[in-house]
């Protein structure tokens, strides 16, 4: 127990901190910190009660106080009651924490050591506790930043909405809408570029009914998301939302079919084509069609965010490669090409030139990437037979024409001719050489192909039938005189059929013809070829009376008065010379059949000659099934000839034939209906311009 010293008298109560030596666990366990290393200083109770003094040093020496037991860590302060200088107002309890202070080596000096090093557990929690709590007040600034965010932005566009370029993000629907109809209104007039790989064309959004939905597109971008990884990402990221438009997917449909031959592109094989004598690779290209389904789901989808719109398409491809164009470029076409070939006569020889020999030359695709060659034997044989023309006699078939009112034989010649596909059999061998380019013409016997002997024996003698019809404008005569001249002379060999678009072939500007009137859908109009029916009408009955076999023929849809009811024919042709409707009549005569035509400026006649074998009839029926007009209006400005219109009715026409050699008789019945023609009205003549 420490002594106790008294204070002089008169002196204030006063308290002094003591430094008591640390005790040391058994074991050197290391000292304690300085925080933790106190100990409690208990008050002596019974010098208390006694009222005594307890004895204090008052010469600086340190008091002895008994060791105190152990305590725990949290227990171990030091408490040291203030002593007043009446020990009988000494306050029990009233005690002040003192910090142990570990002793010194050499006893007491006054000064306080430093805290030792902590153990490296402790430091790694003291970290994770300073880590949590940055963390936790990270996470609530991020927290409170997130919360501050929602409210700001709630009922706005999200941020980083891009539409078409517009950045709406942000923004209330209605200011949305806003600057969308601001940014983007004024070029949906404009017209839509559509592009099919480098091909491109345009359409009039107006005129397919396509409308931009603002508001839908707007609603389209959606509300503020929740996430806050999304919302922090919208800070440094855009959002395309395509515009909402209307349309009218009937039309547009129509208008991308209209377009479509300007974007679709049919595939192309390579090939080589000449400039002359030089030749030129043609890479292959290979094909695109519209998808149209999703060509018009992409238009109605892009066609207001500015720009092309891409239209989806199908690629078709091609069998040829560019490397197999360039090896037959060099190893066919220039070696082809390199020198002229000669083609040696009889007494005179010919020459080939590079350019009629590119211009012959023919290039197709081999099914391995490249090219095959081929030589067009008329543009070859074009090239030469001209300057062998001296060494070859034609052939010349006989002829039946009139003279002096009968038909008379004009002999048959033979000729000599080159046998071309035995002289040119070898020609692609010879365009590879590079020396003897040489090629011999064979000559032939070239019999008449149809000889003296055949027009004897063909009896052609006499007329076996002739037919004539009256009526017609100017400009049909020049027609119906230009389709009689190449008509005039045409021989029909027994069992042959004849017909008259395959005997003339086209019949247009070029061939003579001219635009010249014609009835199309009951009212009257103007074609080229016009009144050729004429012609044919008259063919057929001639054909009709010679006892021929019809193999085709059709009525007019309207009755004509000039013409035989339910004994007449129309033909007509494609604007490219295609048959549409014909005349066609077979020969079953013994005897060959020769055609003469003659006219005047207001008839014409067709004649068959042969040997005369059928005696033939007709007997046209009552017109049956009448059926009344009806009214037209042709609309003002139309080219218009107004008609009182004409019923339409029925007929049966029966056709007789007797065999003169054998007396059979057989009869042949044909029904025709016709159309009423209808009563054309013409509207007002549009007014004077004013």
């Given at each position: ?123 790694k929690r003291r970290g994770l506790i300073r880590a949590g709590i940055a963390a936790g007040a990270a996470v609530g600034a991020l927290a409170l930043l997130y919360v501050g965010d929602l409210a700001l932005t709630s009922g706005t566009v999200p941020r980083g909405t891009v539409v078409a370029g517009v950045d709406i993000g942000g923004l209330d629907e209605a200011a949305a809408e806003t600057q969308l109809r601001e940014k983007l209104g004024p070029g949906l007039n404009e017209p839509v570029e559509l592009r099919v790989g480098d091909r491109a064309t345009k359409i009039n959004p107006e005129q397919v009914g ?481």
């Amino acid at each position: 127990m420490p002594e106790n010293h008294d204070q002089p008298s008169g002196a204030e109560p006063s308290t002094e901190r003591f430094r008591t030596e640390p005790e040391c666990p058994a074991g050197g366990a290391q000292p304690e910190s300085s925080v933790e290393q106190t100990t409690r200083i208990p008050v002596v109770q019974a010098d208390l009660e006694a009222g005594t003094r307890p004895n204090l040093p008052t010469n600086g020496q340190k008091p002895e106080l008994p060791k105190p037991e152990p305590e725990s860590d949290a227990e171990r302060t030091v408490q040291i009651a203030a002593l007043p200088a009446d020990f009988s107002a000494f306050p029990i309890g009233e005690t002040q924490a003192i910090p142990r202070v570990p002793a010194e080596p050499s006893g007491w000096s006054g000064a306080l050591p430093s805290d030792p090093e902590p153990p490296e557990a402790d430091k790694k929690r003291r970290g994770l506790i300073r880590a949590g709590i940055a963390a936790g007040a990270a996470v609530g600034a991020l927290a409170l930043l997130y919360v501050g965010d929602l409210a700001l932005t709630s009922g706005t566009v999200p941020r980083g909405t891009v539409v078409a370029g517009v950045d709406i993000g942000g923004l209330d629907e209605a200011a949305a809408e806003t600057q969308l109809r601001e940014k983007l209104g004024p070029g949906l007039n404009e017209p839509v570029e559509l592009r099919v790989g480098d091909r491109a064309t345009k359409i009039n959004p107006e005129q397919v009914g396509l409308q931009m939905d603002w508001t839908a597109t707007v609603q389209q971008a959606g509300s503020q998301p929740l996430n806050p990884f999304t919302r922090i990402a919208s800070l440094f990221t855009t959002h395309e939302v395509a515009p909402v438009s209307h349309g009218d997917r009937e039309q547009l449909v129509q208008a991308l079919e209209q377009v479509r031959p300007q974007l679709d592109r049919a595939p192309a094989e390579g090939t080589i084509r000449f400039e002359g004598a030089k030749p030129v690779a043609v890479d292959p290209v290979t094909g695109q069609a519209i998808d149209m389904q999703a060509a018009t789901d992409e238009v109605l989808a892009r066609w207001a965010e500015g720009g092309a719109v891409q239209l989806p398409y199908t690629e078709q491809p091609v069998s040829t490669t560019r490397e197999g164009v360039q090896r037959a470029l060099t190893e066919v076409a220039q070696p082809a090409v390199a020198a002229p070939v000669t083609v040696r006569g009889e007494g005179k020889n010919a020459t080939l030139s590079p350019e009629t020999i590119g211009a012959s030359l023919r290039f197709e695709p081999d099914g391995a990437g490249g090219l095959k060659s081929s030589v067009d034997l008329p543009t070859a044989i074009g090239g030469v037979e001209p300057q062998l023309a001296d060494t070859i006699k034609p052939s010349k078939d006989a002829e039946i024409v009139l003279e002096g009112g009968a038909p008379v034989v004009r002999p048959s010649t033979d000729g000599i001719g080159v046998d071309w596909n035995k002289s040119f059999e070898r020609i692609d061998e010879v365009l590879r050489r590079p020396q003897d380019r040489t090629v011999q013409a064979i000559y032939v016997h070239e019999p008449a192909k149809f000889t003296t002997d055949q027009a004897n024996q063909m009896g052609i003698r006499e007329v076996v039938s002739e037919f004539t019809t009256n009526g017609f404008e100017a400009a049909s005569g020049v027609n119906i005189r230009r389709v009689a001249e190449q008509v005039n002379g045409a021989i029909i060999k027994p069992g042959e059929t004849f017909s008259l678009n395959g005997h003339t072939g086209p019949r247009g500007i070029p061939q003579g013809y001219v635009e010249s009137g014609i009835i199309e859908n009951g009212r009257p109009g103007r074609a080229v070829g016009g009144g050729i029916s004429q012609f044919a009408t008259t063919l057929y009955n001639a054909s009709y009376f010679a006892g021929m076999q019809n193999v085709e023929h059709k009525a007019h849809s309207y009755y004509i008065s000039r013409y035989p009811a339910g004994r007449e024919a129309t033909v007509f042709q494609s604007p490219s010379g295609a048959s549409i409707i014909d005349v066609k009549f077979k020969n079953v005569a013994k005897s060959g059949i020769v055609i003469t035509t003659r006219w005047t400026a207001s008839s014409i006649t067709v004649t068959l000659w042969g040997t005369k074998q059928f005696d033939v009839t007709s007997q046209t029926g009552e017109r049956t099934n009448p059926t009344e007009p009806q009214e037209k209006v042709v609309p003002p400005g139309e080219p218009c000839s107004p008609s009182k219109g004409t019923p339409g009715f029925s007929v049966n026409d029966t056709r007789t034939i007797k065999d003169l050699s054998t007396g059979q008789v057989r009869t042949e019945t044909q029904h025709t209906v016709y159309n009423p023609q209808p009563i054309i009205h013409c509207g007002a003549p549009p007014p004077p311009p004013g």
